[in-house]
């Protein structure tokens, strides 16, 4: 069944090319609205989102991660958390900042695809220098950045390449 939701599932693609149109302030706000109402685990939301709109912050940005396509974008949204904030699993010690980030970042980037914005999740940059161009303090990373803006190229209508879902589901154990 091709509900809504899979329809914009299917047309979210990562976009690499970027029209230098201003992203208008209240798409903005609706995408990061999107983030903050992402499920985290017990509801702890160890997250922030750093909004770097200014020319010379999104050049410094170039530095971490050198693609004229990610800096030049309107936008760039860094996902950061805050791990000594997040729910951790007694059985084993394991922080769920990243996951609970990650989550927020998804619901992002669906969010922007529905206002026909594009987003690409960047996680290839340079922690150190991301850190230092965005003044993050002790306790605080970076799960991932994404420039926001409208595309400057059609997204591919292909079918994405996905494994098969018969490949993807177990039955019952592992295999
Ligand atoms: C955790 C994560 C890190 C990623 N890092 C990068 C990156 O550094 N640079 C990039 O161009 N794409 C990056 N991507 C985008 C993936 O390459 C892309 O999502 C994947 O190829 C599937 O394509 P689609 O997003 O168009 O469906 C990343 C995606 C994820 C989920």
Redesign the pocket.
């Given at each position: 069944m091709k509900t809504a939701f899979l329809q914009l599932a299917e047309q979210?693609?990562?976009v690499?090319a970027y029209k230098p149109d201003p992203v208008p302030d209240e798409l903005l706000q609706t995408v990061l609205e999107a983030g903050r109402l992402a499920p985290s685990a017990c509801n702890k939301q160890p997250w922030r989102f750093i909004v770097v709109r200014d020319d010379a912050a999104r050049r410094a940005l170039g530095a971490a991660?050198a693609?004229d396509w990610f800096w030049k974008a309107p936008v760039v949204v860094a996902v950061c958390i805050l791990p000594k904030e997040a729910w951790v699993r007694a059985y084993d010690g394991q922080n769920y900042a990243m996951v609970d980030g990650?989550l927020a970042m998804d619901h992002m980037q669906l969010a922007a695809a529905e206002l026909g914005l594009g987003t690409?999740?960047?996680?290839?940059?340079d922690p150190a220098a991301a850190r230092a161009i965005l003044g993050l303090p002790d306790g605080v990373e970076i799960v991932?950045m994404t420039p926001l803006g409208y595309p400057a190229v059609e997204?591919n209508p292909r079918v994405?390449s996905r494994r098969p879902l018969a490949e993807t589901v177990m039955k019952e154990r592992w295999g």
């Open positions: 979210r693609r990562s690499r991660y693609r990650a690409c999740w960047i996680g290839a940059f991932g997204p994405r």
